[in-house]
């Protein structure tokens, strides 16, 4: 009977992901043909075509190698990740060093810090209304006080979390689908994401939390008690850099409760202590980290978040579609105090929610959002400042360049969600898949930007990466007999 229950809701999320990923690509389709097929319509042919073959054609070539050899494996893999390094500190060459909006706050701020100064001035600041931030602005200060405040300090860093996160990819996709070609093509698809790595010239969060999730996923796979203490280490430092921790633990949770709970028909009440063991840790560490922070005189309201309202402010405006604007910033004062500025966000949140009732806009809102988000350029290059120092032609062409790169994301990772409902999978695939639906779901009430998908764009490359493998299997039974 549980194994049943189990496998219904297994089918159910796998419903749940394929409608999601068809969504994505439908708005992708959508997206390309207003912004570039109808613009430049030769041009947008040409590359989207010149993309697909050039990713078929190299994802088909890591697919013959041979992946019997594990030393052969290993340099493909070194090989891979080399390259990636390599073209990371050109893209850091190309780039501006200068830091751009939230990025520039934690940057300038953090030399201040570590002369005494304080973060903030009044209760409705930056850090002391989004006081959670704190937590990335002492490894910021860590950088700046080990390497002087040289900004090629925290992009190297980025580059290596980067280089990291591919790994933690080849070693997931390996743990969930036991294939090593799996593994390689995924690992492809997302270094060619330009869209993705874009922001490791800016001191950005995104890339060290989401090194520290996937270590977390990876950990808890590994199904021992050591494993799962250092799952709940990775898990409260990934939510002291990142604040994104509650939906982290939301997956985990149910996945605890659907998948590791019950096992071979019955209720494993050993599984639910470890993964008990690893949240208590993560609860001790982030806890332990606020009050630090808070005895320290850094931040009085040591990693709280004073300000929950804000971003349901902005992601439930209609006029906005969910995503930032200044005309609604504008509308406040933001010199005012902490308790005046709630009190008007609460009313404006009354006021986009009758909205929404009244014109019956809650699909609409949730459609474009989830375009902004998933489907849409991520916006990434806009926040390098890439125009301040090359032509807007060749911007222009390099931001294609890189929506190329999550366009095959795109279409690759649909194809390997369908695949999830043909194959029957283990059960540990729902640990990575639990969390992205339920950060989908989050993200349709709060404010959304396109760079908010990095930290789920590995799980899209390791479905892509399935996807991507079924392709290269298929074209291989036709006509490939040999591997390399």
């Known amino acids: 009977m549980l194994s049943k229950f189990q496998n219904v809701i297994s089918k159910l999320i796998i419903i749940c992901v394929g409608?999601?990923?068809?969504?994505?690509?439908?708005?992708?389709?959508?997206?390309?043909?207003?912004?570039?097929?109808?613009i430049e319509p030769v041009l947008a042919i040409l590359v989207l075509l010149c993309a697909i073959i050039l990713t078929l054609g190299v994802g088909y070539l890591l697919f013959r190698i041979r992946d019997d050899d594990l030393k052969l494996n290993r340099l493909i893999l070194i090989s891979m990740l080399l390259i990636f390094i390599l073209v990371a500190v050109i893209w850091l060459a190309i780039v501006p060093k200068t830091q751009i909006s939230d990025f520039k706050a934690f940057w300038t701020t953090a030399p201040k810090a570590l002369s005494?100064?304080?973060?903030?001035?009044?209760?409705?600041?930056?850090?002391?209304?989004?006081?959670?931030?704190?937590?990335?602005?002492?490894?910021?200060?860590?950088?700046?006080k080990i390497f002087g405040h040289h900004v090629i300090a925290v992009q190297l860093l980025n580059v290596f979390y980067q280089v990291v996160i591919l790994y933690l990819v080849y070693q997931l996709s390996i743990k969930l689908f036991n294939k090593v070609k799996i593994a390689?093509?995924?690992?492809?698809?997302?270094?060619?994401?330009?869209?993705?790595?874009?922001?490791?010239?800016?001191?950005?969060?995104?890339?060290?939390?989401?090194?520290?999730?996937?270590?977390?996923?990876?950990?808890?796979?590994?199904?021992?008690?050591?494993?799962?203490?250092?799952?709940?280490?990775?898990?409260?430092?990934?939510?002291?850099?990142?604040?994104?921790?509650?939906?982290?633990?939301?997956?985990?949770?149910?996945?605890?409760?659907?998948?590791?709970?019950?096992?071979?028909n019955k209720f494993d009440w050993s599984k639910i202590l470890k993964v008990l063991i690893t949240l208590v840790i993560y609860q001790v560490i982030f806890s332990g980290a606020g009050l630090m922070v808070k005895s320290s005189g850094l931040n009085s309201f040591g990693l709280s978040n004073r300000d929950s309202e804000w971003k349901f402010v902005v992601g439930l405006d209609a006029n906005s579609n969910g995503s930032y604007d200044q005309g609604m910033v504008n509308r406040f004062d933001l010199s005012e105090s902490r308790n005046k500025m709630s009190k008007k966000e609460h009313q404006v949140i009354k006021e986009n929610v009758a909205n929404l009732n009244a014109t019956h806009g809650w699909l609409k809102l949730f459609w474009h959002k989830n375009e902004t988000l998933w489907a849409g350029r991520s916006g990434t290059i806009d926040f390098t400042g890439l125009e301040t120092k090359h032509s807007l032609s060749l911007t222009n062409h390099i931001k294609l360049l890189g929506y190329l790169g999550s366009v095959m994301l795109i279409i690759f990772s649909w194809i390997g969600s369908l695949c999830l409902w043909k194959k029957s999978h283990?059960?540990?695939?729902f640990l990575i898949l639990l969390p992205l639906m339920a950060y989908a779901v989050v993200q349709l009430l709060i404010e959304v930007q396109g760079r908010y998908r990095l930290e789920f764009l590995p799980v899209i490359a390791?479905?892509?990466?399935?996807?991507?493998?079924?392709?290269?299997?298929?074209?291989?039974?036709?006509?490939?007999?040999?591997?390399?």
């Open 19 to 38: 409608i999601f990923t068809s969504v994505v690509l439908i708005q992708m389709g959508s997206f390309y043909t207003v912004n570039y097929l109808k």
């Open 116 to 144: 005494g100064k304080n973060i903030f001035v009044h209760d409705n600041d930056y850090f002391a209304k989004w006081a959670y931030q704190t937590g990335f602005l002492v490894y910021v200060m860590g950088v700046v």
């Open 184 to 264: 390689r093509l995924a690992v492809f698809l997302l270094m060619i994401d330009l869209d993705w790595f874009a922001l490791n010239s800016q001191a950005d969060n995104q890339y060290i939390g989401m090194m520290f999730f996937l270590l977390t996923f990876y950990l808890i796979l590994k199904d021992r008690y050591w494993s799962y203490i250092l799952a709940g280490v990775t898990l409260g430092l990934g939510s002291i850099v990142r604040p994104i921790g509650p939906v982290i633990i939301a997956g985990i949770v149910v996945y605890a409760l659907l998948f590791l709970f019950i096992s071979n």
């Open 426 to 429: 283990d059960k540990e695939m």
């Open 462 to 484: 390791i479905l892509g990466g399935l996807g991507l493998f079924k392709i290269c299997e298929w074209v291989g039974s036709k006509w490939g007999k040999v591997n390399v």
